[in-house]
């Protein structure tokens, strides 16, 4: 059962970094005992922790702005769609219509005589 071991390894692997960046245990470790495998011994502590910068948060301003822009291109796109569709509909509905105005009608349709 390989993919145990695996999966064992990655939480071990988890947790070592948990606490490499909080300095203490989260409490899913303290609740929880994992058994140990011959290969969690062996795991490699990160020899160096680089640390990330933050992105600057987005003000709410700003991200309100990008949002109604997107959505007022959306619109006018689908309302596009929308045009051309009705337009595409409209002259195969003329041209179906042209078409059956000048065609004979088919037997069977014309009223019976006595």
Not at 50 to 63: K, W
Not at 89 to 100: D, E, I, Y
Request: one cysteine or more; charged letters at 30%.
């Amino acid at each position: 059962m390989k993919w145990t071991k695996e999966r064992d390894l990655l939480i071990a692997q988890t947790m070592a970094f948990v606490q490499s960046v909080t300095g203490k245990k989260p409490a899913a470790q303290a609740r929880i005992e994992f058994t140990a495998v011959d290969e969690i011994d062996k795991v490699e502590q990160p020899a160096e922790i680089v640390q990330i910068a933050r992105p600057s948060p987005v003000p709410r301003s700003a991200l309100r702005e990008e949002i109604q822009g997107r959505v007022a291109a959306f619109r006018a796109h689908q309302q596009l769609f929308n045009r051309d569709r009705d337009e595409y509909c409209q002259s195969v509905l003329t041209k179906l219509r042209a078409s059956a105005g000048s065609q004979p009608k088919a037997p069977g349709n014309e009223p019976a005589q006595r």
